[in-house]
């Protein structure tokens, strides 16, 4: 399973979102810091659920990490997350 996939796969079992967009932006950082071979270093999460839409900006960002847990986030150089 990608890194993509396990993203999608843990915010859909968590959240149940409306909308879940999970985009793989690795190349657009090539030979910046955290990249590597064959990619899935760096993301962008756009995600719309109504247990996030109360919470403030920083408790979703928050509350999407907390979902993706500390060994997924670990093998991610870098997360862009958009919720709502």
């Given at each position: 399973m990608t890194i993509s996939e396990e993203i999608r796969q843990r915010l859909d079992?968590?959240?149940?979102?409306?909308?879940?967009?999970?985009?793989d932006e690795s190349e657009s950082h090539r030979?910046?810091?955290g990249w590597r071979e064959g990619g899935e270093t760096h993301f962008r999460v756009r995600i719309r659920a109504a247990e996030l839409g109360p919470m403030s900006?920083?408790?979703r960002h928050r509350a999407v990490h907390g979902a993706l847990g500390p060994g997924l986030m670990a093998r991610i150089h870098a997360l862009a997350v958009d919720a709502g």
């Open positions: 079992a968590h959240f149940a979102p409306e909308v879940l967009e999970v985009v030979g910046h810091g900006r920083l408790a």
